[in-house]
C-alpha cells in the first residue's frame, strides 16, 4: 500500500480514536467547550465524538472519502475555537501543561492541509 493510499487511513485512525476518546474520556472534553455555546458540554463534547467517527467512517470508505475529507477540514476548523478556550483556560496552569495547550492550536493546521489533501487526491482519482 503507497503512502498515499495509507493516508486518508491514517487519517480515518485519528479521527476515530478522538471520537473513541470523547466517550470513554468526557469529562476532559467537557472542559473545552468554549462557554459561549448554548446547552451542555456534554452534548457538545458527545456530538463532536459522534461527528468524528462519522467522518472516519465516511473517510475509510473510498466512495464517500472525498466528501468525509472536506466534511473533516471544516470540522478541524470548527473546533479551533475550543482549542483556544483550553489555551485560555490553561494560562495558570504549570508550564508542561500550558505548553500542550499552546502547541495544540497551530496543530489545527496540518490537519485541515491533511483532510484537503485527501479530498483532492480523492477528487482526481474519482
Do not use: C, I
Request: charge should be positive.
Amino acid at each position: 500500500m503507497s503512502r498515499s493510499e495509507r493516508s486518508p487511513l491514517l487519517l480515518a485512525g485519528l479521527l476515530a480514536a478522538a471520537g473513541v476518546a470523547h466517550f470513554a474520556a468526557p469529562r476532559s472534553f467537557d472542559a473545552v467547550v468554549p462557554r459561549a455555546l448554548p446547552g451542555s458540554p456534554r452534548a457538545w463534547t458527545y456530538g463532536s465524538g459522534f461527528v468524528e467517527l462519522a467522518l472516519a467512517a465516511g473517510m475509510a470508505a473510498p466512495r464517500t472519502r472525498a466528501v468525509a475529507a472536506k466534511a473533516a477540514a471544516a470540522f478541524f476548523v470548527g473546533v479551533f475555537p475550543a482549542n483556544v478556550q483550553m489555551a485560555v483556560d490553561w494560562r495558570h496552569r504549570p508550564a508542561p501543561l500550558r505548553t500542550a495547550a499552546l502547541a495544540r492550536l497551530p496543530l489545527q493546521v496540518p490537519l485541515v492541509l491533511w483532510a484537503r489533501g485527501v479530498a483532492r487526491n480523492e477528487k482526481g482519482q474519482s
